[in-house]
């Protein structure tokens, strides 16, 4: 395949904002299809990206047999559901974070995916960021020559702030209602419905995190979940001890009215340490920032702009899926990994609950 067509599912802000216009200007793929339930939004935001075909819905999408394959972003927990039955129907599918709000989901999604013969990836778009490919890269180098000792610690930061940073990309909005979001149907089934709402509120921005340090340490489903205190009242604000790959992570959540973005990590070696700093998450062609610290001869911390330059994670990410499909090459964030991150998020939240009720 030379040229990749592609369709789309939804058209709510992150589709128009972000993911619409990286697939519009990327080369060699072709936006051939847009769904969406709302008919005035669909046919503006087809108008306005050019878009040959819409459909009515995500059903009517996937049985156009000329698309190579489909992306998709929508409610937290419905996207996993629009996921499977895409894959169901015989597409390759790429969908945003989370997967899916419990095990049970994204297990039933995993067997659609291999039932079909079809591929998944999910959109962990951290690891498309030119500084963590960077981050990578050191640390496998440093745990491999041993020049720094052993990894000891990884502290993971999130308080958030101004995620938008000030994009001003275009954003169309109708009158028309959204249907109703499935919701409690999908959430663990030991939840009590009271904590869902919190849960899901952690769970969409923290798997990031979880998803990245396993990542790095190439941990795959190595992550225990060895301590929980989480404030009473959000379930948001707090501090995740884990164990990831036999490295002690501890993960600070929270919430800062703050300009910027608020989140690093931090891999602590014997004799140094390489950090991490995110971007705004919507900021365009900016890469998070790299720093290497290191005890030799004598004590050096560099700061090292990534290899890939000014890009934006989220482009690149549309840019692996497209290569990926072209040459059947593996998909650097799949859905059978990301299965272990919705396990871990179930369990953090499994043990915060636990502990409100002691």
Known sequence: MNTIRLGYVGAGYLAQRVHLPNLANLEGVELAALAE??????????????????????????????????????????????????????????????????????ERILAAEKKSGKRLMVGYMKRYDAGNLAVKWYLDHYRQNGELGGLTYVRQHGFCGDWIAGLDTPFIQTDEKMPPAPG???????????????????????????????????????????HVDLDQEKGMAGVSILEVAGVQCVLESGWVDHHAWDEHTQLYFHKGWVRTQAPPLLMRNACASVEVYRKGEGHVTSETFPAGGWTWSYKEEMKHFAECLRTGSPFRSPGSDALHDVRTLEEIYRQYIAAQAA
């Open 37 to 106: 339930v709302r008919p005035k939004l669909g046919e503006l935001v087809r108008a306005r990206f050019g878009i040959p075909k819409l459909y009515a819905d995500h059903k009517a999408l996937a049985a156009d047999a000329t698309l190579d394959g489909v992306c998709l972003s929508g409610h937290f927990a419905g996207q996993g559901e629009i996921a499977r039955e895409l894959l169901e129907a015989g597409k390759h599918v790429f969908m945003e974070k989370p997967m899916a709000v419990s095990v049970a989901q994204a």
């Open 184 to 226: 409690l149907t999908l959430k663990p089934g030991w939840m009590p419905d009271a904590f869902y709402d919190r849960y899901v509120g952690y769970l969409q921005q923290y798997t990031h995190n979880v998803n990245l340090v396993r990542w790095f340490l190439d941990a795959g489903e190595k992550v225990t979940v060895r």
